[in-house]
C-alpha cells in the first residue's frame, strides 16, 4: 500500500502541486489537504509547503498558525506523526511552536531564489534519516525570510541533540550556525527553507531533493 | 447597584525586535542617513506600530486585553517585544 501524504493548503500557499508531483514521482499517494479542514484521518505524513499562506500578513507563519488544520497538525506530530514543513511550511511551524526560533528577513533584505549547497548534518529525523551524514545536497531556496534565528540556549540544544539536520555550505542568508533546517526532540517534526520538491528531476536541475522526500516516505508507516 | 459599563479605548501596540536581534532593516536605513546628508544619528532600529480600538470595563482590564494580543499574535516573543500604550478613546 503506498504511502499517503497530506500536502496542505492555505490561502496563497504555492508549492502544493511541486510536491505532490515530486511524491508521487517517488511513488507516494499524495493529497491536497484544505487549510479549513481540521481531519488528517488516514495519513501516514503531512507536509506544509511553500508560499506566501494568508499573504505573509504581520509575519510569515502569523495567522497561518491559527488555522483549522494546524490544530489536527499539532496533535498529529504529538502523536509521532511525520510533519515537514517547507520554506513557508518551516515558518508556519516556528510560529505554531512545533519548531524552536523564528526566520528572520535575510541579510542583505534581498529575496533569494538560487541553487544551495546543503550538507547532512544528522539522520536523526524522518527527512534525513535515509541519507548519509555528511551527504551533500543540491536544492534550490527561494525565500526573503530565511534567516534562522534563536536564543544562544535553544542553539546550544539544537546542537547537543543533533536537530540540526541541514546545514548550508556557503550560508546565503545569514541563518545563524549555517541552519538550514532542524528537527523537534522526537525528530519527526522537521523544517527547512530549501525546497526539495524543486530538486526532484534532473530535468531540473537536480534530484537531491528526492533524498529527503523519499527518506520521509520511508520513515512514514503506510 | 453594580453598573456595567464598557468604554472603548485606544491601544498603541509598538512590536520591536529584541535588543541584540539582527535589524537588516534598521542597519539599512542607518547606512544610507549619511548620504541624504543626516550626520549625527547613532542608531536606528526599525519596528511597527499597531493601533487598536478596543472596548473594556476599565484601563487596566484593556491593558490586558492589549497585552495579551500582543503576546499572542502581534509580537513573536523569539525575537520581538512590544511596548504597550492604552488610553481612553
Keep these: ?222 | 447597584m453594580v453598573r456595567s459599563v464598557v468604554v472603548r479605548y485606544h491601544a498603541r501596540v509598538e512590536v520591536r525586535l529584541r535588543p541584540g536581534i539582527a535589524d537588516p532593516e534598521g542597519a539599512t536605513i542607518e547606512r544610507a542617513l549619511p548620504a541624504l546628508g543626516f550626520d549625527g544619528v547613532a542608531s536606528v532600529r526599525s519596528g511597527r506600530c499597531f493601533n487598536v480600538e478596543l472596548d473594556a470595563a476599565d484601563l487596566e482590564a484593556a491593558r490586558s486585553h492589549a497585552a495579551d494580543l500582543a503576546d499572542r499574535l502581534l509580537a513573536n516573543p523569539v525575537i520581538e517585544e512590544s511596548v504597550i500604550e492604552v488610553r481612553e478613546a
Excluded: W
Aim: net charge negative; with cysteine.
Design chain 1, 1 to 222: 500500500m503506498a504511502t499517503t501524504v497530506g500536502v496542505v493548503v492555505f490561502p496563497g500557499t504555492n508549492c502544493e502541486h511541486d510536491a505532490v508531483l515530486a511524491l508521487e514521482a517517488l511513488g507516494a499517494d499524495a493529497r491536497l489537504l484544505f487549510h479549513a479542514d481540521a481531519s488528517l484521518a488516514g495519513l501516514d505524513a503531512v507536509i506544509l509547503p511553500g508560499g506566501f499562506a494568508h499573504g505573509d500578513y504581520l509575519r510569515p507563519g502569523a495567522i497561518a498558525r491559527f488555522s483549522p488544520v494546524m490544530e489536527a497538525v499539532s496533535s498529529f506530530a504529538r502523536d509521532g506523526g511525520p510533519v515537514v514543513g517547507i520554506c513557508n511550511g518551516f515558518q508556519v511551524l516556528c510560529e505554531a511552536h512545533l519548531l524552536p526560533g523564528a526566520l528572520q528577513k535575510n541579510r542583505g533584505l534581498t529575496f533569494l531564489c538560487e541553487p544551495a549547497l546543503l550538507r547532512v548534518d544528522s539522520t536523526r529525523c524522518v527527512l534525513t534519516q535515509s541519507a548519509t551524514l555528511g551527504q551533500l545536497l543540491d536544492v534550490p531556496i527561494n525565500h526573503f525570510s530565511g534567516s534562522y534565528t534563536c536564543d544562544l540556549e535553544t542553539l546550544r540544544q539544537l546542537r547537543d541533540d543533533e536537530r540540526i539536520v541541514l546545514r548550508y555550505v556557503e550560508n546565503p542568508n545569514g541563518s545563524v550556525d549555517d541552519i538550514a533546517g532542524i528537527c523537534n526532540e522526537a525528530g519527526n517534526v522537521v523544517g527547512l527553507m530549501p525546497h526539495p520538491e524543486r530538486a526532484s528531476s534532473a530535468l531540473l536541475g537536480s534530484a537531491d531533493g528526492l533524498v529527503l522526500l523519499g527518506s520521509l516516505l520511508s520513515a512514514s508507516v503506510a
